[in-house]
């Protein structure tokens, strides 16, 4: 009989991936599997596919999803889903008498039952790993209550894990020092991005439809991707952008939609009477993002509070010139391939007038750093090779 090592994916919203930072990672660990030695058993949400609605098991890039009815009980529901989950591979995982199998839990959502559920995977003689994600507790779009039970439940989480794997080096420095009394097992192996360029052109219809409707040039804006929340600093980006002399646009990829950020930046700054600020909603098909990406001026990247940030990656491997805020986080990812802002009155306004200055070597030289970083660090390959080569030891 052949023995597989088997690996239970629990706390990413499943396979198919439609979207979200966990779900690709999950998407490409099992579409670009090269070890057949290990299954992958990955928990989806039944509302995340049509498959997972019809079907409670089935086969989808090699690994055994199983699917989990979950209640629509508001922010508690993540907390519902990745217990039941964990609960469910658990009894899988049993019935099917599975040696030293490894339970991989994304986030850390279910602190007050962590050292039950490692009990239960000790008692199978498997082992219980965490991927931490970023500091979900400093968000700014949660309630007191909500942060500090986010702060309890990472805590429960580290004691209970027998190796924590942080997508960012300085998330596992925060790890080990913020519990050292637990003295954790900790490693890291950062999230991937993919490298491709876009397969359109300036000439597509798809790309002329976009711009046009938009009213953007090519390389006649700057950029930025992401969820509209406070965390990522988009009061700065659009105040300094107001303040500085550039001509060019401002050209914010987000979901604005019956947002009461977005109503109350409008209120505080004003920035619906600057004709350069552009809110241009979301961008799903995927080859037309990358064109957007590769075809900005400069990209701002305002995130400060989690891991290794995918829109980050996938902006050092596409865009010419990336302008981060300067935390460690995103230092120990870019390193010398992108400028640093603050959020001090003036600074971002400064540097972007600076970039608009640049000639065309001094660019490239940060184009050049940027792309070697993620192709030495971040391409999905050697990202797969290390879950692999972890899953096995």
């Given at each position: 009989?052949k023995l597989?090592?088997?690996?239970?994916?629990?706390?990413?919203?499943?396979?198919p991936?439609?979207?979200?930072g966990?779900e690709t990672?999950?998407e490409?660990?099992?579409?670009?599997?090269?070890?057949r030695?290990?299954k992958y058993?990955?928990?989806?949400?039944s509302d995340?596919?049509e498959?997972?609605?019809k079907e409670?098991h089935?086969?989808?890039?090699?690994?055994?999803?199983f699917s989990?009815?979950?209640?629509?009980?508001?922010?508690?529901q993540?907390?519902a889903?990745?217990?039941?989950?964990l609960?469910e591979?658990?009894?899988i995982?049993?019935?099917?008498?599975?040696?030293?199998?490894i339970?991989?839990?994304?986030a850390?959502?279910?602190g007050?039952?962590a050292?039950?559920?490692?009990?239960?995977i000790?008692?199978?003689g498997g082992?219980f790993?965490?991927?931490p994600?970023g500091h979900e507790?400093a968000?700014?779009?949660w309630?007191?209550p909500v942060?500090?039970?986010?702060?309890?439940s990472?805590?429960k989480m580290v004691a209970a894990a027998d190796l924590?794997i942080a997508?960012n080096?300085?998330?596992e420095?925060y790890?080990k020092?913020?519990y050292?009394s637990?003295q954790?097992e900790t490693t890291y192996?950062?999230y991937?991005t993919d490298?491709?360029?876009?397969?359109?052109?300036?000439?597509d219809k798809?790309?002329r439809?976009w711009?046009?409707r938009k009213?953007?040039?090519?390389?006649n804006?700057f950029l930025v991707?992401?969820?509209?929340v406070?965390e990522?600093?988009?009061?700065?980006m659009?105040?300094?952008?107001?303040?500085?002399?550039?001509?060019?646009d401002f050209?914010l990829?987000t979901?604005?939609?019956?947002?009461?950020?977005y109503e109350q930046?409008?209120?505080?700054t004003?920035f619906d009477q600057?004709s350069?600020?552009?809110?241009?909603?979301?961008?799903?098909?995927?080859?037309l993002?990358k064109?957007i990406?590769e075809?900005a001026f400069?990209?701002f990247?305002?995130?400060?509070?989690?891991?290794?940030?995918?829109?980050?990656?996938?902006?050092l491997?596409m865009?010419?010139l990336?302008?981060?805020?300067d935390?460690?986080?995103?230092?120990a990812?870019?390193k010398?391939?992108a400028m640093?802002?603050?959020k001090?009155?003036?600074?971002?306004?400064?540097?972007?007038?600076?970039?608009?200055?640049?000639?065309?070597?001094?660019?490239?030289d940060y184009?050049k750093?940027a792309?070697?970083?993620v192709?030495?660090?971040?391409?999905?390959?050697?990202?797969?090779?290390?879950y692999?080569?972890?899953?096995?030891?």
């Amino acid at each position: 009989m052949k023995l597989f090592q088997h690996v239970y994916i629990i706390g990413s919203k499943g396979i198919p991936a439609n979207y979200g930072g966990f779900e690709t990672f999950v998407e490409k660990l099992t579409s670009g599997q090269k070890n057949r030695q290990i299954k992958y058993h990955v928990a989806s949400r039944s509302d995340n596919s049509e498959q997972a609605d019809k079907e409670k098991h089935f086969e989808y890039n090699g690994a055994d999803v199983f699917s989990i009815d979950v209640p629509n009980i508001g922010s508690a529901q993540a907390i519902a889903y990745d217990y039941k989950s964990l609960k469910e591979a658990i009894r899988i995982s049993k019935q099917n008498q599975d040696q030293h199998p490894i339970f991989y839990v994304l986030a850390n959502r279910i602190g007050p039952f962590a050292s039950r559920f490692s009990r239960e995977i000790h008692a199978l003689g498997g082992e219980f790993y965490l991927n931490p994600d970023g500091h979900e507790w400093a968000r700014a779009k949660w309630s007191k209550p909500v942060r500090q039970y986010w702060k309890y439940s990472e805590k429960k989480m580290v004691a209970a894990a027998d190796l924590i794997i942080a997508d960012n080096p300085e998330i596992e420095k925060y790890i080990k020092k913020e519990y050292v009394s637990f003295q954790p097992e900790t490693t890291y192996i950062a999230y991937g991005t993919d490298i491709q360029k876009s397969k359109l052109s300036r000439k597509d219809k798809k790309v002329r439809d976009w711009f046009d409707r938009k009213g953007i040039i090519e390389n006649n804006y700057f950029l930025v991707v992401g969820r509209f929340v406070p965390e990522n600093n988009y009061e700065t980006m659009i105040r300094e952008f107001m303040i500085s002399k550039t001509k060019k646009d401002f050209v914010l990829v987000t979901n604005v939609e019956k947002n009461k950020f977005y109503e109350q930046l409008k209120q505080r700054t004003y920035f619906d009477q600057d004709s350069r600020i552009k809110f241009v909603g979301t961008v799903y098909d995927q080859e037309l993002l990358k064109y957007i990406r590769e075809n900005a001026f400069a990209y701002f990247h305002g995130h400060e509070v989690g891991g290794t940030n995918p829109s980050l990656l996938e902006a050092l491997s596409m865009t010419r010139l990336n302008m981060l805020i300067d935390v460690p986080f995103n230092k120990a990812v870019a390193k010398e391939g992108a400028m640093y802002w603050t959020k001090s009155l003036g600074d971002l306004a400064t540097q972007i007038n600076r970039a608009e200055s640049y000639e065309k070597k001094r660019i490239g030289d940060y184009t050049k750093a940027a792309h070697k970083r993620v192709a030495d660090e971040f391409t999905w390959e050697s990202i797969i090779a290390k879950y692999e080569r972890l899953f096995l030891s």
